[in-house]
């Protein structure tokens, strides 16, 4: 019996050691206790999220912690992770803005956008960190209008607005890979160069976009777009260079918030009277679940965002 515990001790310690893919499970404050499970390997980090325009939060440069911003209605991290783009909850001088800090030393500078009554709102970062672009409304007889976008050079510290005619009320801009706008135009997109506004592709009839969420893969080889209704298929993956929708995935999800990596989404689906946020791949199955989100945050307008790490 000794030497048979000697010989399965033995083995024991000679097995190869395998690291243990740990999990940290964040809380989320103000989301009625949602927790997120992160691993040190993810392709994406949590970095923000809100509840509607009411509550918004940011999470610090270092840790885990997530700090509310009382000044800002929304936030984003910029690729790389240092820099990050709020929007004012108020106007400053008769201004909106856009309030940029740097997470590692905490200096903030604000970069005028717009004059009252105008909005600039909806942040999306270039891939390269340099640039952010907004969308810019005015509210007419009660209802919002989509009027152009902004683009901030946090460089250069200045901003330009670009305005388009005959945008639909649910337009919004964001970046492309290769540095245009990309917007919602009938059934499907339109992407204009960000210095005027100048027309440089449609892709005709290949679906509206999923979010204001950088919508292309990693790689930018595929887009998202929820399906045209011609198909059963909820969301399609489209072939920006061809122009046409290379792929469905029969999944049904309530949201999308990008991509986590360039074979899987992150999903909001729905799970036994309330939700779950989740990476699901391009067949359409979940491979994790990232949190449970409960009805009542869900409906409370929540909203996450993701910055990339590899």
Not at 48 to 58: D, E, H, I, M, W
Not at 187 to 210: E, F
Not at 283 to 310: C, E, I, Q
Request: hydrophobic letters at 40%; one cysteine or more; glycine letters at 10%.
């Amino acid at each position: 019996m000794i030497a048979e515990i000697a010989v399965a001790l033995s083995l024991t310690v000679s097995a190869p050691a395998v690291a243990p893919s740990t999990q940290a499970d964040l809380t989320l404050p103000g989301t009625g206790g949602m927790k997120y499970g992160e691993k040190a390997d993810d392709p994406v980090r949590l970095t923000a999220y809100g509840l509607g325009t009411k509550q918004t939060y940011l999470r610090a440069r270092t840790g885990n912690a997530f700090a509310r911003e009382k000044s800002l209605t929304e936030v984003s991290v910029a690729p790389g992770g240092r820099l990050a783009a709020g929007v004012p909850a108020a106007y400053r001088s008769g201004y909106d803005s856009l309030l940029v800090t740097d997470r590692t030393t905490g200096e903030a500078g604000r970069i005028r956008t717009v004059k009252k009554p105008l909005t600039a709102s909806y942040a999306s970062w270039s891939r390269d960190g340099t640039k952010v672009a907004l969308t810019v409304e005015q509210k007419v007889s009660g209802k919002w209008r989509v009027l152009g976008f902004t683009v901030v050079d946090v460089v250069a510290k200045a901003a330009r607005t670009v305005r388009i005619p005959g945008l639909s009320a649910d337009a919004g801009f964001w970046w492309s890979p290769d540095g245009n706008l990309v917007t919602r135009h009938g059934t499907g997109l339109r992407l204009h160069r960000p210095s005027d506004g100048a027309v440089m592709r449609t892709l005709a009839d290949v679906g509206l976009p999923t979010g204001p969420e950088d919508a292309f893969s990693p790689s930018g080889k595929r887009l998202a777009t929820w399906c045209p209704t011609r198909f059963t298929e909820q969301l399609c993956l489209v072939d920006p260079l061809a122009g046409k929708i290379a792929q469905r995935v029969n999944v049904r999800p309530e949201a999308l918030f990008g991509w986590w990596d360039e074979s899987h989404v992150i999903a909001v689906m729905a799970h036994q009277g309330a939700y779950r946020l989740s990476v699901v791949d391009l067949k359409g199955k979940v491979t994790r679940v990232l949190a449970g989100v409960p009805a009542k945050t869900w409906a409370g307008d929540l909203w996450l965002s993701f910055t990339r790490t590899s």
